[in-house]
């Protein structure tokens, strides 16, 4: 069984920053692209950003600039430095990583249960 734990989030005034980390565990044998996501009520999920396995990078437009992710595959766990953050960031983050375990023939995607940011102006 795997597991994703977010840590990280809480409540920032406009302008400050937060740091978002995601740790997975359980019979892991690979990890391939891991991720953050965010929603709120307003809207549907929506990728914030995205990390190859060979840190190749991907981010939503409105996040460029601001928000950095980066993993260590050592730890298996993905960051997301969020940085210049807005009263529009505030939403729940979740953690994505598509994880092929010890048992399963391809790889499978995993969600964490999510961390709240809120951000006040």
């Known amino acids: 069984q795997v597991q994703l734990v977010e840590s990280g989030g809480g409540l920032v005034q406009?302008?400050?920053s937060l740091r978002l980390s995601c740790a997975a565990?359980?019979?892991i044998f690979?990890?391939?692209a891991?991720?953050?996501y965010r929603q709120n009520p307003e809207k549907?999920?929506?990728l914030v950003a995205t990390i190859s396995s060979v840190g190749i990078t991907k981010y939503a437009d409105s996040v460029k600039g601001r928000f950095t992710i980066?993993?260590?595959n050592a730890?298996?766990?993905v960051y997301l430095q969020m940085n210049s953050l807005k009263p529009?960031?505030?939403a729940v983050y979740y953690c994505n990583a598509n994880i092929q375990t010890s048992r399963s023939l391809f790889p499978v995607d995993y969600w964490g249960q999510g961390t709240q940011v809120t951000v006040s102006s």
Do not use: C, L, V
């Open 14 to 16: 406009a302008g400050g």
């Open 25 to 27: 565990s359980g019979t």
């Open 30 to 32: 690979s990890i391939k």
């Open 34 to 36: 891991m991720g953050w």
């Open 44 to 46: 549907q999920r929506e």
């Open 70 to 72: 980066s993993r260590d």
């Open 75 to 77: 730890k298996n766990t």
């Open 88 to 90: 529009e960031d505030t």
